[in-house]
């Protein structure tokens, strides 16, 4: 097919707005499947991302659309990731693209992620097609939502597209507005090869699988390929190529332009990541195209088997989710509370929650985990530095110059009724405010610097139950800053347990040690004798509390008469202490290790 009638897009918006039933009407109408075929939500494929309602995975699906002027266009919807914690990899998706739907619900209005999204979106150069949603709703206002397109956002609002992707009202006007609007790729076959692979993942048959989109070049059946990040020589030969209807279709080559598969018996998926440069092994470019990076994990936390002989099984389990997760990081840890277990990085605080999600589902695992730190830069005396994402890797505080910790951008959007609660959250957690901005029907944008550290605690779940679910927010790493933060260590029975340590700033370290070993007293069950908890800096005792000795067993109720009701309290108990560490002689819970995140 010749480039003139390419489009390439993707769409864009805000979480709930509408992405993924645009797409699956686009889909329908242009015949890409039969209706049978159709699930209800073709775009979400993972189970955890329709519990979610995210997108985890980019997808793609290759359209063809007869327009009024009679010519038939390929237009390539390149699907994005919904979430903060994936910034690089919808970054990386738009870049594949000339062009992208923005999702305005016509009910709410811009939201925190339209905004990040959008600017993405700029940030690529891309054509943005307004598009207002779900006007069939009788609280649906089409005026005041491309009124905050204009004002918000900056764009102009004035041909927006007013649609339902629910009953599929205006969907031929985005059809023809994505022939109309967004630019098609310029042919550049004659070019050396450069594709990007804007998504890869693994399959069990095949190996890496990559969508790519190819720059420059063609590429074929049969050609010798390599990728540029890669330092060695290593290559590959294409084994199939293709487009996705969404089905794969095998296709004999694709040129500049293209947006489709390519498998080439790549056997880890970590040698084939997002954001790199496919080229031909012969007459290949010399250049790779722009924006690569490496994932970096920002936050952390130790994940330890309950039972330590599952401890082989853990490691075999993190290893198969690395195979599909390559983001994903993890290596030995030895915890002398917990025993051996492992140190994962992550990129974000949802990336965290899935991964460890789906260890427990996927792979049946009981697992306890300790409470999220992010990295830290640790400048010493002696003019080196340290990056630790781990409390117990602390130096001694006499040999440190300064500390660093990362900090974040936030823009978060509100009723007006809830900004006070809201500052006094940011100012708790210690936000620095940039800017407040009314955006209409009683609405206020604001933005907040804050350290990452602070948000990794709880912070979303706090911004939900300060706004009744009303705020919306989306955030992006800013850089490093100095700050004062200490580690505040936990004694359980005199004994200090490495795994609740904790690195905390300065000014809240008191507070934080108090509330904690209060949670802590209330998590951690009676044991046969009094256990004493403390909280401590450096030598320092900053809070201690008490679990009294159990009086009675439990069981003595039951005067020995009623053996099922005897037999089904013991098998309770023994349930309950399923996810129990023995910490010295005394049984800890899980819910202990993350007690810091249920302060409050
Ligand atoms: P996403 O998070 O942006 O992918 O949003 P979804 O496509 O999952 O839609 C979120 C919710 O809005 C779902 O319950 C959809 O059924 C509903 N929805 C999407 N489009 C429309 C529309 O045009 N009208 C109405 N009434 N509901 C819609
Ligand atoms: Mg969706």
């Given at each position: 097919i010749n480039q003139s009638h390419i489009r390439n897009f993707s769409i864009i918006a805000?979480?709930?707005?509408g992405k993924s039933t645009l797409a699956d009407r686009l889909i329908e109408v242009t015949g890409a499947l039969s209706e049978r075929q159709m699930?209800?939500?073709?775009?979400?494929?993972?189970e955890l991302e329709q519990e979610r309602g995210i997108t985890i995975k980019a997808q793609t699906a290759t359209l063809n659309y007869k327009a009024k002027d009679g010519e038939i266009y390929q237009l390539n919807l390149i699907d994005t990731p919904g979430?903060?914690?994936f910034t690089y990899e919808v970054s990386r998706s738009l870049q594949a693209c000339e062009g992208a739907l923005l999702i305005v619900d016509a009910a709410q209005g811009v939201e925190a992620q339209t905004l990040a999204n959008v600017y993405l979106a700029m940030e690529n150069d891309l054509e943005i097609i307004p598009v207002i949603n779900k006007?069939?709703?009788?609280?649906?206002?089409i005026e005041e939502a491309k009124r905050q397109i204009e004002?918000?956002?900056?764009?102009?609002?004035?041909?927006a597209i007013p649609v339902s992707a629910k009953t599929g009202q205006g969907i031929e006007d985005v059809l023809e507005a994505i022939v109309e609007h967004v630019p098609p790729p310029q042919n550049?076959?004659?070019?050396?090869l450069r594709a990007l692979v804007v998504d890869s993942w693994f399959d069990s048959y095949v190996g890496a699988v990559a969508l790519i989109r190819v720059f420059e070049g063609t590429i074929k059946k049969g050609d010798r390929f390599r990728l540029?990040?890669?330092?060695?020589a290593a290559s590959y030969e294409v084994q199939d190529l293709g487009y996705f209807v969404p089905a794969p279709f095998s296709t004999p080559h694709l040129d500049s332009g293209a947006v489709g598969f390519l498998i080439g018996g790549?056997?880890?998926?970590?040698?084939?990541?997002?954001g790199d440069t496919v080229t031909t092994l012969?007459?290949?470019?010399t250049e790779p195209l722009p924006g690569y990076r490496e994932p970096k994990p920002m936050v952390f936390s130790g994940l330890y088997p309950?039972?330590?002989?599952?401890y082989n099984e853990l490691r075999d389990s993190l290893e198969k989710l690395h195979m599909n997760d390559p983001a994903f990081t993890f290596e030995p840890e030895n915890s002398s509370a917990l025993g051996l277990g492992f140190r994962c990085g992550f990129l974000g605080m949802l990336h965290m929650e899935i991964v460890q999600e789906r260890l427990e589902r996927e792979y049946d695992l009981d697992l306890i985990t300790t409470a999220p730190s992010v990295i830290y830069r640790i400048y010493k005396t002696d003019g080196t530095m340290i990056e630790i994402s781990?409390?117990?890797?602390?130096?001694?505080?006499?040999?440190?110059d300064r500390i660093e910790e990362p900090t974040v951008l936030a823009n978060i959007f509100m009723p007006e009724e809830f900004v006070g609660a809201m500052m006094k959250l940011c100012q708790e957690r210690r936000g620095m405010q940039q800017d407040m901005k009314?955006?209409?029907?009683g609405r206020v944008m604001l933005t907040y610097r804050l350290p990452l550290a602070e948000m990794v605690i709880d912070f979303y779940d706090k911004l939900k139950s300060v706004s009744r679910g009303y705020a919306s927010m989306d955030y992006e790493l800013a850089d490093f800053s100095p700050d004062d933060v200490v580690k505040l260590d936990v004694l359980v029975h005199a004994e200090p347990v490495d795994a609740l340590s904790l690195i905390v700033h300065r000014s809240i370290a008191e507070s934080r040690g108090r509330d904690l070993v209060k949670k802590l007293r209330e998590l951690i069950p009676r044991q046969q004798f009094d256990v004493p908890l403390q909280a401590a800096i450096g030598g320092r005792i900053l809070a201690r509390e008490t679990v009294k000795a159990v009086r009675?067993?439990?069981?003595?109720?039951?005067?020995?008469?009623?053996i099922t009701r005897k037999r089904k309290l013991l098998e309770k108990q023994k349930a309950g202490k399923k996810r129990m560490k023995s910490i010295g002689s005394v049984e800890v819970p899980q819910e202990a290790f993350l007690a810091v995140l249920k302060l409050g």
């Open positions: 805000h979480i709930d707005h699930k209800k939500q073709v775009l979400d494929s993972m979430h903060v914690d006007i069939d709703l009788p609280s649906a206002d004002d918000v956002i900056g764009l102009d609002a004035s041909f550049l076959d004659e070019k050396p540029m990040s890669m330092p060695t790549i056997k880890k998926l970590a040698d084939l990541k997002v012969k007459n290949g470019a309950v039972d330590s002989a599952d781990n409390p117990s890797e602390f130096p001694d505080p006499a040999g440190i009314f955006i209409g029907q009675k067993n439990v069981t003595a109720k039951c005067y020995g008469g009623d």
